[in-house]
C-alpha cells in the first residue's frame, strides 16, 4: 500500500475500480481531495464523470463524500440529497493509491443506507456467481464477511463517515475548497 497522504486538499485524483480477475470496472475522473491522512482519504464527487468497463458515460447528480482506508475491505460513498444523506457501501480490497490514480477491487456486495435509516444487503447473488467463476478464496470470503459486521457496527453506531458531524464537516469543506478553484 502507498501510503494515502500523496494528494494534497483542493487537488484532484482519479479512483478506478476493478473486479477480482483484474478487469477494470468504473472509473471516476476528478474527484476532490478533501484530506489526506496515513491511512485514509476523503474526497468529494460532484457532477464527476463515470465511466463504466463497457465505455458508457455518466456523470454524478448530487454531492457524494468518498471514504477509503488502508485497512478496511469497504469504502463509503456519502450522497448528499434533498431527502436526506444516504450511503452506499462498497464491500472491496483496502485502496492503493499510485501516480495513476486511487484503486480498489470490487467485491460486488454493497450496503444502501437510506436517510430513514433503513439498510439492505445487495448484490448478494452476484457475489455468489463471481466468487465462483473467479475462486475467491476462503480466506477473502472470511475477511469480507468479517468487514461487513464492522460496516453494520459503524452505521449502527454512526461512527466515522455515519456521524452527521463528519458530512457537515467534510461537505463544508468541500464547499471552501470548491469556491477558491
Not at 128 to 152: A, R
Not at 156 to 178: A, D, T
Amino acid at each position: 500500500m502507498v501510503n494515502l497522504s500523496g494528494p494534497r486538499e483542493g487537488e484532484f485524483i482519479t479512483i478506478k475500480s476493478y473486479k477480482h480477475d483484474g478487469s477494470l470496472h468504473r472509473t471516476w475522473r476528478d474527484t476532490m481531495v478533501l484530506k489526506t491522512s496515513e491511512n485514509s482519504i476523503i474526497g468529494c464527487n460532484d457532477h464527476t464523470l463515470v465511466t463504466e468497463a463497457d465505455g458508457r458515460r455518466w456523470v454524478t447528480r448530487e454531492p457524494a463524500l468518498v471514504y477509503f482506508h488502508k485497512h478496511y475491505w469497504f469504502n463509503i460513498i456519502t450522497m448528499i440529497r434533498d431527502n436526506g444523506v444516504s450511503y452506499y457501501c462498497n464491500l472491496a480490497s483496502p485502496a492503493v493509491l499510485d501516480k495513476e490514480a486511487l484503486k480498489y477491487i470490487d467485491y460486488d456486495l454493497d450496503v444502501k443506507v437510506f436517510p430513514n435509516g433503513e439498510k439492505r444487503l445487495l448484490d448478494v447473488d452476484e457475489y455468489e456467481d463471481h466468487g465462483k467463476k473467479w475462486q475467491y478464496s476462503k480466506d477473502t470470503d472470511k475477511i469480507l464477511k468479517s468487514n461487513v459486521m464492522t460496516l453494520v457496527d459503524w452505521i449502527n453506531n454512526e461512527k466515522g463517515p455515519f456521524s452527521k458531524e463528519y458530512v457537515e464537516i467534510w461537505y463544508n469543506r468541500y464547499l471552501e475548497l470548491s469556491r477558491r478553484q
